[in-house]
């Protein structure tokens, strides 16, 4: 094995995260790490560090030969994709935390990890703090993965339990996140979901072997949920929470989806509030792990950064076993979801694409039902994103082809006509 | 990076753990591993694998060389280092399971590893199923880890959580644990903390370097806990789990000890109930991550196992960094702890041993006290492991000795004589 290697670091960004690392290396010399210079966006603002160490210019890191590490750790991914790739044909190894750059950009950033065969590491790009990649990609290197679903964005996860705790309505809970930086002033990120999809994309990779764009999943974020969703909840024992979630099926597909989901209180998911992250995995032997740690935030992410950078001195890199040693899997579209949709109108749900609806209930504001409906209704239609309807997985949500019939009641439930009559 | 390897397997051991390592390898060609032979105690034993694979030689696999994997799951402590010897020696990979033997052998077992440079891997030897060694090998594998601590023993938490949400006194719900195959018919081992403690000397090796034997750790299990302790808890808002924990002190050795321990309710440890294993890191940047998965029994047992095999095709090894890379830490003898302390009667406690009082409580049937005592105190001591003395930590038990004059209360304490008059 390779020892402990003297990594001179060229970094992007110095927000909080690349301050909280440039005095975490500073601070440690047994990481063997420093930052030789600094590539900023506005030089006037006052840094906590010598002026020397900061340039506008990204030739002076990219371009710099004995700079043998890149970090960025910016937030414009297209300017990220520019510097990793850059990066990694000038022969440095790349630790970026740039979610959405490499959602965007898998499939050219795994060629460019062949071409090179340079470490290129992420950790701190899905859930933060907890290290869920080096897991998927080390621990649960083998075909034997079963399932596994994650908490993967803070923001709307703090949402969601101010919401089901503090009874809060939607637009008071974003209001508060915002407040404690929890949200970005501009949320549609998070709370639509394209933050949680973009983490999944390679979440499926390190996973299940999957190369896949977020336009592949099906996916939508918290902003329909209701109040009367959480009392609905509530009432059932559950909780909600916004899961990404994959599930190998008997045919070797895997099902993918990331939607808003009932949480039975025996779920280690429960266990998961605010800002924090968690990922269930279900492998092997049919047990099941329960990872847990801050997901967002300048100082886990910081942390994760720097078990990153660590790694590199042992020149460490993500093998992608699954997707290069075994048979990458691939996502099903045949399979069914068992669902919870409320509306403000009767006339929003579609009972025609329905498989069974298995309880109904309608009130003075809102109406829901309890159905089951299959993959592809959803995936081709929107009636179920338009203001006012909500749509909510039941626990344990994804059904199998094979076992629909087995499933299905006895007893049609039939008095939704009666309702709307 | 090393390729996927063809792993040929000495298996020692064909309990479930074996037979369900057996049946996996068969069903997962991508695993590249076959057992060429398996090593049993007793040949008369009816067996679900073709009657020409096993034997009861060990050298028919210890010196086959085309076997270069040696997996040992047996029970014998003893005959487990010499199979683990003698295969590191003969050039063999090595996977075992046998915390017991680790602990003993430890160093011994890492000089065995430095000369042969081979790889032995045993993360099913630590809370089964969760990869705890493996993440602190790779992730927390710099300085920065602040503090580890863990519900290691599942049946001794089994128990407690028996104690606890079922009120059953202690023997009956030992008795339980016994009758539902969560600890075995002599106890001793689980509920006296010699298991617990025997995980914690290797994982303090991983967490800090540091190579000690299990007297050096003050430690103990259950077997005191009463139920009256049980209602002080719950009074309390706490939980008691017994919890093997470590810190790192500002002069950077580190307090370590393995004892039963109040745990309050937003403590991730409450979440681990039953016979399940939990860990809480607390690293770099003061994020607390969480852990969690089934720590005893065949299946969790097996599929760590199989983790530790999946790894033997990338030649993984542990490289121990803390312990060759960095300082290793050394254990601190100098710190104080807060604790609690019950008993049949007063004249069990000791109150000169005692820094200060916090509180006292004296009932018709049990008597107890908060205090804060010096570490050697209970090291040099074994007042507190009578019968009719129980002895808890409380929540954040561990106080550096520039703290105590801090914490020191204005007003002591000072009825305890009052009660004894």
Not at 12 to 39: A, D, H, M
Not at 157 to 184: P, S
Not at 352 to 378: C, K, M, N, P
Request: with cysteine; proline share 4%.
């Amino acid at each position: 094995m390779s020892g402990n290697k003297q990594l001179t670091i060229g970094l992007f960004g110095f927000g909080v995260v690349g301050e909280g690392l440039y005095k975490v290396l500073q601070q440690t010399p047994s990481l063997n790490g420093e930052i030789r210079k600094v590539c900023i966006k506005h030089p006037d603002k006052q840094r906590n560090a010598p002026q020397e160490l900061f340039t506008t210019d990204k030739d002076e890191l990219l371009q710099d030969e004995s700079i043998n590490v890149i970090v960025e750790v910016i937030d414009d991914a297209d300017a990220a994709f520019d510097i990793v790739k850059t990066a990694l044909l000038n022969g440095k190894s790349v630790v970026s935390a740039s979610k959405k750059m490499i959602a965007e950009h898998l499939p050219e950033l795994l060629q460019l990890q062949q071409e090179t065969g340079l470490p290129f590491l992420y950790e701190s790009a899905a859930c933060a703090s907890i290290p869920v990649i080096r897991n998927l990609e080390e621990y649960y290197d083998n075909d034997l993965l079963h399932s596994i679903k994650a908490i993967v964005n803070g923001s709307t996860n703090f949402i969601l339990t101010k919401i089901f705790e503090d009874k809060l309505e939607f637009a008071t809970a974003l209001k508060l996140a915002q407040d404690l930086g929890f949200a970005e002033s501009n949320p549609k990120l998070d709370v639509e979901g394209y933050d949680a999809v973009n983490k999944w994309t390679f979440l499926l990779t390190h996973a299940y072997g999957i190369v896949t764009g977020t336009n592949e999943i099906l996916f939508s974020g918290i902003q329909n949920i209701q109040l009367g969703d959480a009392k609905v909840a509530r009432e059932k024992g559950y909780e909600i929470k916004l899961v990404a979630q994959a599930k190998k099926l008997s045919d070797g597909k895997v099902a993918a989806v990331v939607l808003p989901q009932f949480i039975a209180q025996q779920d280690p998911l429960t266990f998961v509030k605010n800002e924090y992250n968690g990922v269930v995995i279900e492998s092997g032997f049919a047990d099941k792990q329960f990872f847990y740690g801050k997901g967002a935030g300048s100082f886990p992410t910081a942390s994760a950064v720097l078990s990153d950078i660590s790694a590199l001195r042992y020149d460490y890199k993500y093998e992608y076993k699954k997707l290069y040693h075994h048979q990458p899997a691939q996502l099903s579209s045949d399979f069914y979801l068992r669902v919870y949709i409320s509306a403000t109108d009767w006339a929003q749900l579609p009972k025609q694409e329905l498989e069974w609806i298995e309880e109904w209930h309608s009130g003075q504001d809102r109406s829901y039902l309890g159905a089951v409906i299959h993959y592809s209704r959803l995936r081709n239609s929107d009636w179920w994103k338009q203001p006012g309807v909500s749509l909510i997985l039941a626990p344990e949500a994804i059904i199998e082809p094979a076992e629909l019939e087995k499933l299905r009641p006895v007893k049609s439930v039939a008095a939704l006509e009666t309702a709307e009559a």
